[in-house]
């Protein structure tokens, strides 16, 4: 006889243990998944080093079938997002779950009730936990992640789906090959439009200058919350959230594909792709019960010894309003991309854009990339909400 499901707030720390070490069940015989460093881990779930537990509240939550745990959830309140778009919302996130429809029902319902009971109309997700971290369900091209990209089995649409949850928002990821690019002679004609449109508009470019990396960080950090304030969801990084992804990103930064764009010589607007460290991770592959320095002398040998990355995503780019109608979004794009291909890269990973961006993704396709994976966020009422589920969505003004 098959035990019930049980959900259950992970209090002790032989749960937190398990709840910690799940995914590396669930994606056991999954090639395509890309574990992330135990340490880096530990400080996603640490609600005292992670600064977005600065402004949230929420609970960690895991089902079990007697003493086996079988699924995963966290239920939280993202009080700024709140403030920030006036919503009256909560959230799902670090959902992972074996293909059992019953265990994915009872841990969905289970923060739904929490988010409900505090008084919130609706919850949304998966997010882990911040349009600045991993963000989405991905519900098509199930082949290795990118860095900082979520990665699920298929059967994670079909359960949340089941549970009545609907679609809110689609993020898409575009994709180019080198040499698909180069030999189609694209660029050439791009070169010539985009030194018609930095002539026309006064705009310069430059890449970040690694010996005053400091001072472009800097210049970084006050361009992204000002480029990104306004789109959907976005809600702007405190100042400890902007210092950790400086910081993070820093360890895989190339200064030779980042470039800063001016308009009569006031900074206005960023591209800052990343090589795509999940490739040494995949061949590292972190997990429980391996020193991570051990791990790390594995991915010391795939990244520096012997390099092994070709692929290069880039998460981070911005223009800020008042520049947008002078083109410097398609100039940056231009530039990022011809560093991207000018070096021993290959693959291009742009991602991921609101699918109501029409503009960048107008400007992405003028360049030869293709839409190759789709990330989806999904919300449903919660019981104590008489509003339905449409009212509820957001808009959807890029």
Not at 200 to 229: C, G, H
Request: proline share 6%; aromatic share 14%.
């Amino acid at each position: 006889m098959v035990a019930p499901v049980s959900v259950r707030k992970i209090e002790s720390k032989r749960d937190f243990k398990a709840f910690f070490e799940f995914p590396w069940t669930v994606y056991k015989n999954d090639p395509n998944w890309v574990p992330t460093l135990l340490s880096m881990r530990r400080s996603l779930l640490d609600k005292n080093k992670n600064a977005a537990w600065d402004y949230m509240e929420g609970e960690y939550f895991a089902a079990w079938r007697g003493d086996q745990i079988v699924g995963t959830i966290t239920a939280f309140i993202n009080h700024r997002h709140n403030e920030f778009h006036h919503e009256n919302i909560g959230w799902f996130g670090t959902f992972e779950v074996f293909d059992d429809e019953e265990a994915a029902s009872a841990l969905l319902d289970t923060a739904l009730q929490w988010v409900g009971e505090r008084g919130y109309e609706a919850m949304r997700g998966p997010a882990s936990f911040t349009t600045h971290e991993e963000i989405g369900l991905l519900v098509s091209n199930f082949s290795r992640p990118v860095l900082l990209m979520p990665y699920n089995p298929p059967y994670y649409q079909r359960l949340i789906e089941n549970a009545g949850f609907e679609k809110v928002m689609d993020l898409n990821s575009f994709y180019l090959n080198r040499e698909g690019a180069l030999n189609s002679g694209l660029f050439t004609r791009l070169e010539k439009l985009t030194n018609g449109i930095m002539k026309r508009s006064n705009i310069t470019v430059r890449q970040a200058d690694p010996k005053n990396l400091k001072a472009d960080f800097a210049m970084f950090k006050d361009l992204y919350n000002a480029a990104w304030e306004k789109n959907w969801g976005f809600v702007p990084m405190t100042e400890r959230e902007l210092e950790a992804t400086v910081q993070s990103l820093g360890q895989f930064f190339d200064p030779k594909l980042a470039h800063f764009a001016f308009v009569d010589g006031n900074p206005a607007g960023f591209v800052l792709p990343i090589p795509d460290f999940n490739q040494v991770l995949h061949r590292a592959y972190p997990r429980p019960g391996v020193p991570e320095w051990w791990t790390l002398l594995k991915a010391l040998y795939y990244w520096k010894i012997n390099p092994i990355i070709d692929w290069v995503r880039t998460p981070l780019f911005g223009v800020k309003e008042e520049y947008r109608n002078k083109g410097v979004d398609a100039v940056l794009l231009y530039y990022g991309l011809k560093a991207i291909l000018a070096g021993r890269y290959r693959h291009s990973d742009s991602g991921w854009i609101l699918e109501v961006n029409d503009k960048v993704i107008r400007v992405l396709k003028s360049m030869g990339t293709e839409c190759y994976k789709t990330h989806r966020l999904y919300q449903k009422a919660t019981p104590a909400s008489a509003v339905p589920n449409d009212v509820k969505a957001p808009s959807t003004t890029a």
